[in-house]
């Protein structure tokens, strides 16, 4: 899912949860021009444009569970 950051808070459980939150940014390789997916602190995430893209994943087999957050300033992932 694809959000403006107000919506993603609006629309999903980001502002009421214990959830860890993982920020991740696509960067362009300055040698071979590729995007590179870094995982960012929420300060850096939220410098870059862009739409964010919301995930949730939940392993049921262990108990573990996140929200990650992505933002691709160069367009469509």
Do not use: W
Not at 26 to 51: K, P
Not at 63 to 73: A, E, H, M
Request: hydrophobic fraction near 35%.
């Amino acid at each position: 899912m694809k959000f403006q950051l107000q919506e993603l808070i609006d629309k999903t459980e980001l502002g009421f949860t214990d959830i860890p939150i993982r920020f991740f940014v696509y960067e362009e390789d300055e040698e071979t021009g590729e995007l590179e997916l870094s995982e960012a602190n929420e300060e850096a995430f939220l410098a870059v444009e862009g739409e964010i893209e919301y995930e949730r994943h939940t392993i049921h087999a262990n108990g573990c569970k996140q929200i990650c957050l992505t933002k691709n300033p160069f367009g469509a992932c």
